[in-house]
């Protein structure tokens, strides 16, 4: 995938507030992080008895167009075994997308449909243009099979918060070709059932893929490969224990810490994903969100929980939710 940044300039005048000045900056930097907050036992214990923070979905999905039964299989199997990440293969992760904002920055997705990538809210924050490579795993050459789209929309959770990253959501609509062809290249990632929604994928094998830094405060944005990592989901109290009983939410999924594997800088939007053992179809559970502002290695990593919002994603796409 050969990434040709836009050299057009445009004159755009936008008139916002000044807080709304601050958040946007603060968004388009290399990732977003938060510092540690002491949080005391008590604290802890009252967050996780408190039925508000147990999972749960957003409202009853309305959506009637299936997802295609090719989502979620791989042509690979995973070794046992981004930060301290491997690189991936052809076919191996065939919805994660590669996403340029406005010619610059950088972020990843997952595609779900032909006509919807799903992210971060914090990755659309304020985004005119967005060019998105699907279908290959390295973003110095144009590969065959790959397809490149464009889109200036996007549906981003109306109750994002810049400040909390809560509802840290969002859907951008595209037009992928799904055929023959471009299978097994390209196909979506299969969405959480129904019956996934009060699953709190507690201390599961989960894998994350994307093209975000493979080292801290790296010269350069992203990965030119996409790398993928096996992580370990923990209790949300270990992220909680980190950040904060209030900036941590029920709508989260928690992983790590770890010494040498983590999602870093330009990992923001990439796909938590579990893996079926018995139908060898991969569902996206989470979406890199937010790490610790003192480092990407051993400190927890918190990602939206994608099983919260199926009823908003099916009301935007239109997409029925598996029972």
Request: net charge negative.
């Amino acid at each position: 995938m050969a990434v040709k940044l836009s050299c057009f300039v445009f004159l755009i005048i936008v008139l916002i507030t000044q807080s709304e000045q601050q958040a946007l900056s603060k968004l388009k930097m290399k990732g977003f992080t938060k510092p540690a907050r002491p949080t005391t036992q008590d604290e802890i214990i009252a967050y996780m008895k408190n039925p508000a923070n147990t999972p749960k979905i957003d409202f009853k999905p309305t959506g009637t167009y299936p997802q295609t039964n090719r989502a979620g299989f791989s042509e690979y199997h995973l070794a046992p075994q981004i930060l301290g990440g491997t690189n991936a293969s052809q076919r191996q992760f065939p919805w994660v997308a590669f996403m340029v904002m406005d010619g610059s920055s950088i972020c990843n997705g997952a595609v779900i449909s032909a006509d919807w990538i799903l992210t971060t809210a914090n990755c659309v924050y304020g985004v005119d243009e967005f060019e998105i490579y699907v279908g290959g795993v390295d973003t110095d050459v144009e590969e065959k099979f790959e397809q490149i789209v464009f889109s200036d929309y996007y549906y981003r959770h109306p109750d994002f918060d810049t400040s909390t990253y809560e509802n840290d959501i969002a859907l951008v609509p595209v037009n992928l070709t799904f055929n023959d062809y471009y299978y097994p290249y390209i196909r979506p990632i299969c969405l959480p059932k129904l019956s996934q929604t009060s699953n709190s994928f507690n201390k599961v094998s989960a894998v994350l893929a994307g093209y975000g830094d493979t080292v801290e405060n790296s010269a350069t944005d992203g990965s030119r490969f996409m790398q993928y990592v096996t992580l370990r989901t923990v209790n949300n109290a270990v992220c909680v224990a980190n950040y904060g009983s209030s900036d941590f939410f029920s709508t989260n999924i928690c992983t790590g810490p770890h010494p040498t594997k983590a999602p870093c800088d330009n990992d923001d939007g990439a796909p938590l994903m579990y893996r079926d053992s018995q139908t060898g179809r991969y569902t996206v559970i989470g979406l890199y969100s937010f790490g610790s502002s003192s480092s990407c290695d051993n400190r927890p990593v918190a990602y939206t929980r994608v099983s919260s919002f199926l009823g908003w994603i099916s009301q935007v796409t239109n997409l029925a939710i598996r029972p």
